[in-house]
């Protein structure tokens, strides 16, 4: 079955990047788009962006356009994201979702704080 | 963007009872709009996809409906395990949008 797992917890410094991971397995990875989601203060959800793991080809929020970049390793059917320069206002879970949000990954629980 | 507003934020509600969340959108979005069902830790699990379809595996007390850019999702009878917070969100146009969710609690 499909499932996305993503990159383990992270604490990180105010001005640092943090670069978090999502491993596709149970379909062809190319087949579908990856979307990414910051969930704040556990409920507010906001979409950062998505990539199209075939072309490369990414969309991203244009709140999120100078802060997130998006990339995939398709040999190891993987997606990625960095967050850069990073603030207390970026403490938040961030997941990975699939194709039209059907699946999501079980979320990595980003804390920025010195 | 597309404004979803999603009703009531929490819900305290009876074993048993039918309940009613409702998402409206600030403009025509079809039938684009997911329920999602989160417990807390968790990540969210699709309920309902293009409004009415109920997502396979997911129980049949669980239903979508809609009229013009008022989206529900209904609960026939409700279950202890049916505790959790849920949204919606349209699919519609880019950026994609989210309702503020809905936490779902036992009186």
């Known amino acids: 079955q499909v499932k996305l797992l993503q990159s383990g917890a992270a604490l990180v410094k105010p001005g640092d990047s943090v670069k978090m991971s999502c491993k596709a397995s149970g379909y062809t990875f190319t087949d579908y788009i990856i979307h990414w989601v910051k969930q704040s203060h556990g409920k507010s959800l906001e979409w950062i962006g998505y990539i199209n793991p075939y072309s490369g080809g990414t969309n991203y929020n244009e709140k999120f356009k100078s802060k997130a970049t998006l990339t995939v390793d398709k040999s190891s059917s993987t997606a990625y994201m960095e967050f850069s320069r990073l603030t207390s206002e970026d403490s938040a879970i961030y997941y990975c979702a699939q194709r039209w949000f059907d699946y999501w990954g079980q979320g990595v629980m980003v804390t920025v704080s010195s | 963007d597309i404004q979803v507003t999603q009703s009531p934020s929490s819900l305290l509600a009876s074993l048993g009872e039918r309940v009613t969340i409702t998402c409206q959108t600030s403009?025509?979005?079809?039938?684009?709009l997911n329920w999602y069902q989160q417990k807390p830790g968790q990540a969210p699990m699709l309920l309902i996809y293009y409004a009415t379809s109920l997502q396979t595996g997911m129980p049949s007390r669980f239903s979508g409906q809609y009229s013009g850019r008022s989206f529900t999702l209904t609960i026939t009878s409700l279950e202890p395990e049916d505790i959790a917070n849920y949204f919606c969100l349209q699919h519609y146009s880019a950026p994609p949008t989210f309702g503020s969710g809905t936490k779902l609690e036992i009186k």
């Open positions: 403009q025509s979005i079809s039938n684009n």
